[in-house]
């Protein structure tokens, strides 16, 4: 891609526009310079309120991030700041269609939801390949403990926010729910380095819920 290049380079761009203006080059072109900058994309697409009283927040979730957990914490601080006198009845997590993405992105997001020290998934190798490990969440939620949770699934829910919608539920920290299974892409990946400068990923155990029909 032409366009992509070193954060704070600048790039030339001329291009076509149907408009009265003059153009700026002799060939009929508008000619401008753009400044290179990193482009962080957030995985929360959208945040907002439902129910008649605007008293339910509503949070859709479209990926996992290294910044998902911040971002998720971030729409619900936001929610709960701007929420009508009595605050907010409960929260949406819209998962349907995620495909996931970082194990730790997932982590971090249900730390935003679930009680403090819950363990949230256990990942292990193949039998004599390395040791169990579960990660658990490591901060106070977020979301008020008292205020419902719903998390929406469908077919296109995997991996990582299987995770997340497996640990809400195994905790009774919420209801999941979706008319048909999650896709069962529950595998978690890690890369390991090799002699020659080269990685390579391997495989480890997926979630139990992967795949899973909520309720």
């Not at 169990?132 to 901060?139: F, K, Q």
């Not at 919420?174 to 896709?183: D, H, K, L, P, Y």
Request: glycine fraction near 14%.
């Amino acid at each position: 891609n032409l366009l992509r290049g070193e954060p704070g380079s600048s790039v030339l761009v001329e291009f076509e526009r149907d408009t009265p203006e003059a153009p700026t080059t002799p060939d009929g072109l508008f000619r401008v310079e753009l400044k290179r900058k990193q482009v962080r994309m957030s995985d929360v697409k959208l945040v907002t309120y439902l129910g008649e009283r605007r008293d339910v927040g509503y949070i859709n979730l479209a990926g996992f991030n290294a910044l998902a957990g911040r971002q998720v914490a971030n729409a619900i601080l936001g929610l709960r700041a701007h929420a009508p006198p009595g605050g907010l009845r409960g929260i949406v997590l819209d998962l349907r269609g995620n495909p996931g993405g970082l194990l730790e992105g997932a982590v971090e997001v249900a730390t935003a939801l679930v009680p403090r020290e819950s363990p949230v998934v256990s990942v292990a190798g193949r039998p004599g390949r390395g040791e169990e490990v579960t990660y658990a969440s490591a901060s106070d939620p977020v979301r008020p403990l008292s205020t419902p949770l719903v998390l929406l699934v469908n077919r296109g829910t995997a991996s990582a926010a299987e995770i997340v919608a497996g640990a809400v539920q195994d905790l009774d920290a919420g209801v999941v729910m979706g008319s048909e299974r999650s896709f069962g892409k529950g595998v978690v990946q890690k890369v390991s380095p090799r002699s020659g400068g080269t990685d390579w990923g391997r495989a480890r155990a997926p979630p139990a819920h992967a795949g899973a029909r909520w309720r």
